[in-house]
């Protein structure tokens, strides 16, 4: 272990980090945003989403344990390739069959490989890093995650406005394949552990064993778990339905220009993301985790202009304007918040615990997702014409939660 932050072997996961959720952050604005101009239904779309979440939510147990009993390198370089693989056999399919079937199965196989790969990533930076720089580290993780998220959906959105859904798709898998070439030159410790039984059985006794160390060692964790969920389901699930539906369907722009503005809003979110991190990295002697309740009521207070633009204003781009400022303050709110919540797991959580931990956070906070979207597909659908009131319902939900739950951020476990 280097005692400096960028060392070489995580200067490598930097790069392939880069690389590799560049082409995710593109590949996961096109194929939802195809089905969306294909259909113009809300509700099919919220419900291919949830359908999407199903696989990484299942997968991520398994991800966990994976990660620690396999060497995570290898983990990061198979599932790069494979992901390679996927793009590669929809884009020759595409034009053959029930497209929407072929999507949904896609998005659940995309996603499904994520949510095994992400607990890879999380569960390597300790390893990869001293103690003294694990939240810095994870900043760095964080900033890259939105830098790519920022510049995946603005410039797949310029693509695919101008030249369709194929070039995006060849593009995201050229950025698998370099990542996965990148990846092999990692080298991350790794020390085997035991187990004679099939992965299924270990990764539910690894689960079990997870929630037990949650329980009992660290409720508090189980606690913020409950938060995260609550704002899956009611805040973030409603972003990820009506940022696409709203920008496409309802504000009332041409085609090519919708596509194109909803590409920058997806990247006002990245770029909200990216000042988060940066912020977490810069302050991250200053901030207290005592204090990140204030973070969460600041998120979900930022919904609320949202719904006062809807009612008050009739230009599309006035209200297009106040969506992307809102969820740009959203998502540095949100960042700095799950960079404290990401270090303090790790640092309290033991080596051989902390990639099944990370899955037990990642497999339970994403169950309310699905959920989440689903919800928002159908309402949006039901209250077509008075979208604000979708909108408005979420900000209340969410700040009562964030309210309700701000004591938890005050209990001396955080100290």
């Known amino acids: 272990m280097s005692s400096r932050l960028f060392s070489k072997d995580f200067t490598l996961v930097v790069i392939g980090q880069i690389i590799s959720l560049f082409g995710n952050a593109a590949l996961r604005f096109a194929l939802p945003l195809y089905l969306l101009n294909l259909t113009g239904s809300s509700a099919l ?4 989403t949830a359908c999407a979440f199903i696989p990484s939510i299942l997968l991520s147990p398994v991800g966990g344990v994976v990660a620690d009993r396999v060497n995570k390198r290898n983990i990061m370089v198979i599932l790069d390739f494979f992901t390679a693989a996927v793009i590669l056999v929809f884009s020759l399919l595409m034009n053959t069959g029930n497209l929407i079937v072929l999507l949904t199965v896609t998005l659940m196989i995309l996603y499904g490989i994520a949510g095994a790969y992400q ?5 390597s930076i300790p390893a990869l890093v001293k103690q003294e720089h694990v939240m810095a580290a994870n900043s760095v993780i964080n900033t890259i995650s939105s830098f790519s998220s920022l510049t995946g959906p603005v410039l797949g959105g310029i693509l695919y406005s101008a030249y369709g859904l ?5 593009v995201c898998m050229t950025c698998f394949v370099l990542s996965a070439v990148m990846e092999i030159f990692i ?19 690894d689960f079990a064993d997870s929630i037990l160390f949650i329980r009992r060692k660290k409720p508090v964790i189980g606690k913020v778990l409950l938060v995260i969920c609550g704002i899956n389901l009611f805040l973030s699930a409603m972003l990820m339905v009506a940022l696409p539906y709203l920008i496409t369907e309802i504000l009332g722009f041409e085609a090519e220009q919708a ?17 988060g991190g940066i912020c977490a990295g810069i302050f991250a002697g200053r901030l207290s985790i005592r204090n990140s309740g204030n973070l969460v009521i600041a998120c979900a207070a930022s919904v609320f202009p949202v719904g006062a633009s809807l009612l008050l204003f009739s230009s599309g781009m006035i209200n297009y304007i ?19 919540m990401m270090s303090f797991v790790q640092k309290e959580t033991p080596q051989n615990l902390i990639g099944k931990v990370i899955a037990v956070i990642f497999t339970v906070s994403m169950c309310a997702q699905p959920l989440g979207n689903a919800l928002y597909g159908v309402l949006f659908e039901i209250c077509e014409g008075v979208e604000a009131a979708v909108v408005l319902f979420s900000g209340v939900v969410s700040v009562a939660i964030a309210v309700s739950t701000r004591k938890i951020f005050n209990n001396d476990s955080f100290q």
């Open 322 to 340: 106040v969506i992307t400022v809102c969820c740009f303050c959203i998502m540095v709110f949100s960042t700095v918040f799950s960079v404290q």
């Open 45 to 48: 779309y919220g419900t291919v």
């Open 119 to 123: 607990p890879s990533v999380q569960a």
């Open 259 to 275: 596509n194109r503005l909803c590409g920058y809003a997806e990247g006002a979110l990245a770029a909200g993301g990216l000042t």
């Open 166 to 170: 194929r070039p995006v798709l060849w």
């Open 187 to 205: 080298r991350i410790p790794f020390q085997r552990q035991a187990s004679g039984d099939s992965i299924w059985k270990t990764a539910g006794a």
